[in-house]
Nanobody, 121 residues
């Protein structure tokens, strides 16, 4: 019933910018923390940035100062503005949403299918 869909990935030159979007939809009571993770070929999936429902943010050291995470609670949407992109940012970017479907039940993590970001040198 819950769907998490990313968009905005693509191919960009080093130093360029991209803006990713992720919308959660379906049967939702509340969306708690949302975030972005990325996975490069042959590597584990790592945290990029998270944002709580109250707007508190957390960033990986490798992206702090270059990326900005934000959200629109009315739309259940989270964004990732990526500036000054580097080749090492190349990865599949996955959206994570911590969602409680029904009041009084524990929240669970829902993942998007991922969107490819490729940064050329």
């Amino acid at each position: 019933q819950v769907q998490v869909v990313e968009s905005g990935g693509g191919l960009v030159q080093a130093g360029g910018s991209l803006r990713l979007s992720c919308a959660a939809s379906g049967t939702i009571f509340i969306v708690n923390t949302m975030g972005w993770y990325r996975q490069a070929p042959g590597k584990q999936r790592d945290l990029v940035a998270t944002i709580t429902s109250g707007g508190r943010t957390n960033y990986a050291d490798s992206v702090r100062g270059r990326f900005t995470i934000s959200r629109d609670n009315a739309k259940n949407t989270v964004y990732l503005q990526m500036n000054s992109l580097k080749p090492e940012d190349t990865a599949v970017y996955y959206c994570l949403a911590d969602i409680a479907i029904v009041a009084g039940t524990p929240a669970h993590d829902y993942w998007g299918q991922g969107t490819q970001v490729t940064v050329s040198s």
